[in-house]
């Protein structure tokens, strides 16, 4: 789905989205039903085949009579076979649908939510998945089975009264059954279904970070802690699967014990002249036809509940996640920005990180962000390149606040280097081009900007180098040249870089501040997190802050004369001030 068809679909309302595709299915839906009424229709040939061969053919003892019945019933279960393939064709065909339908959704709704702090990961794909494969097994096509089973009964009931009743109260305490399946493990299946989340993301978080893990001895305690997580899931989905396949049990030993004595009155009333041979057995085959759906509804029972609360937690997705409105297309800025006090309280949490922070840039400019540590200095680089949103305040590039813009339009006019730098599996060309369509003549030039092309020149295959899910074929510093490249892909006027130096060694250090550079001569505004001086001698404006707040913000010379001044006096220079300006 493209970005325009989830714009659309975000004027409708995310939340729709869902129903939506639900709704989309009724044609579907339809077609099924009626491709099953075809199929249960034909499935009565056995039956009236069965009808015929004793009651005509055994009384008559005409062959050509058996042999023209024989090629009915093969020509009708040829039929009942194709239609078979086609209906279970729709069903694969409708999950597929609507994993390309909801996929991009809920992919995007994950990542909208992971920035406001929200844990589920990559569960709403999982449950998308647990839906499709519902869709297409055979127990969506065994519910439209099940609504034919009333018409097997009243045909049995046809045969005589008498096994028609009992045909009733088989179903009827199948149906006492599944109910009772259902009221006994509801809770249990639920626990059960929550915890198996809570371990997988703990699961995730240890394979995230396997080299943590490995080098300080970790696996033991967390697959204890994984172990102690899901054990109450573990022990409430073996309680309730134990349940089901008791019950399961009664269910089959109903169902063959009902058709034993079903078969056995049917003899009883061929005694009486009540019933012909042929009645007899098929009346057991519509038995048969009637509670096989039923009886395969309660063993794929726990699919069932599986889909279900899957089905739930996904609505409740869309329904917890606004729909992010498309915007209208607003001219390419220039890169002026504008924080007004800006205050930042996390989701969940009390106090603020930021509190009334204001700064202006201009195009051409580098501001150095300098201050002790847990200042909120990340906190302003996300506040700033739109992942978090402020509590209060406003942030306007070039005079539109950031969420009067499409997030995809403005993220081309962004460029952003976090501390910790996200690569994705492809080659270094699809990372800078941030994994986009690009031509090489983009790539090379962002890559050439940061400084970055003759590093990328040095690998095995240069710019289609195959550097592995995040980058984990690269150093750490070769994984900031090539996220600063990704960063000034495309020009961006305004770029974001939080410790850009961090994993450099001098020569990479003197890369940097040449890109930063270039970028201010091509009107770029900058911001840099940093407090090496390689890094605050490019910046034109320093802004400290302190606990949240603006300490100092001014031209750089002014700001680090007032830092010496306040070291002469005795007075300590801020954490993260350099060595080099505390004297």
């Not at 201009?362 to 201050?371: F, H, K, M, Y």
Request: include cysteine; proline fraction near 5%.
């Amino acid at each position: 789905m493209t970005s325009v068809a989830l714009g659309r679909m975000g004027r409708r309302g995310v939340e729709n989205a869902l129903s939506g595709a639900i709704r989309a299915c009724r044609s579907s839906a339809w077609m099924l039903a009626a491709f099953s009424f075809a199929i249960n229709l034909l499935l009565l040939g056995p039956s009236l085949y069965m009808l015929q061969v004793y009651d005509r053919v055994l009384a008559t003892g005409r062959v050509e009579t058996l042999l023209g019945l024989t090629v009915l019933i093969a020509a009708a279960l040829l039929l009942y076979g194709l239609l078979e393939g086609l209906r279970s064709a729709i069903v694969v065909r409708m999950a597929t649908w609507l994993g390309a339908r909801l996929g991009p959704v809920y992919l995007e709704a994950g990542v909208r939510a992971r920035l406001v702090g929200d844990a589920a990961g990559a569960q709403p794909m999982r449950d998308l998945s647990t839906v499709q494969a519902f869709m297409a097994s055979p127990s969506l096509t065994g519910i439209f089975d099940i609504l034919w089973s009333p018409a097997y009964l009243v045909l049995v009931w046809m045969l005589h009264p008498l096994l028609g009743s009992v045909a009733l109260a088989s179903v009827a305490l199948l149906f006492c059954l599944g109910l009772l399946n259902e009221y006994v493990t509801r809770s249990q299946n639920a626990r059960a279904s929550l915890a198996q989340i809570v371990a997988a993301q703990q699961a995730d978080a240890m394979i995230r970070n396997a080299e943590t893990v490995r080098a300080m001895g970790m696996l033991p305690a967390l697959v204890e802690r994984w172990c102690r997580s899901g054990a109450a899931g573990t022990a409430a989905w073996q309680r309730a699967g134990e349940t089901s396949a008791w019950l399961l049990g009664v269910t089959k030993f109903a169902r063959n014990l009902v058709q034993s004595v079903l078969l056995g009155l049917g003899a009883y009333l061929v005694l009486r002249n009540e019933m012909s041979g042929g009645g007899m057995i098929a009346s057991s085959i519509l038995l048969s036809r009637a509670l096989g759906p039923i009886e395969g509804a309660m063993s794929n029972w726990r699919n069932f509940v599986s889909t279900r609360l899957a089905y739930r937690r996904l609505k409740s997705r869309l329904e917890s996640l606004p729909a992010e409105p498309l915007r209208t297309r607003l001219p390419a800025p220039v890169g002026r920005v504008t924080l007004d006090r800006v205050t930042y309280v996390p989701p969940g949490a009390r106090a603020a990180v930021l509190t009334q922070v204001s700064l202006t840039a201009q195009p051409g400019e580098a501001i150095a962000v300098i201050g002790p540590s847990g200042g909120g200095k990340s906190t302003l680089c996300r506040i700033l390149v739109g992942v978090a949103e402020p509590t209060a305040g406003e942030v306007r590039l070039d005079g539109s606040e950031l969420a009067h813009w499409n997030p995809a339009e403005l993220g081309r006019h962004i460029g952003y280097l976090p501390q910790e730098v996200e690569l994705f599996g492809g080659t270094i060309r699809e990372n800078i081009a941030r994994m986009g369509a690009a031509d090489d003549e983009q790539v090379v030039e962002a890559a050439m900007l940061a400084h970055a092309h003759e590093l990328i020149q040095r690998l095995p295959e240069g710019y289609d180098t195959p550097i592995g899910e995040g980058g984990l074929r690269l150093s750490a510093g070769q994984r900031q040249r090539i996220g600063l490249a990704r960063a000034v892909y495309g020009m961006p006027r305004l770029i974001v870089l939080d410790e850009p130096n961090a994993n450099l060694d001098q020569a990479g250090e003197s890369a940097l501040g040449a890109a930063i550079e270039n970028l201010k001569q091509a009107g770029a505004t900058v911001v840099i997190v940093g407090h090496r001086p390689s890094t605050i001698v490019q910046a034109d404006k320093i802004l400290l802050l302190k606990h949240g707040r603006v300490a100092d913000f001014g031209p750089r010379d002014e700001i680090l004369k007032r830092l010496r001044i306040a070291a002469a006096d005795g007075s300590s220079a801020p954490e993260g001030v350099p060595e080099h300006q505390r004297a």
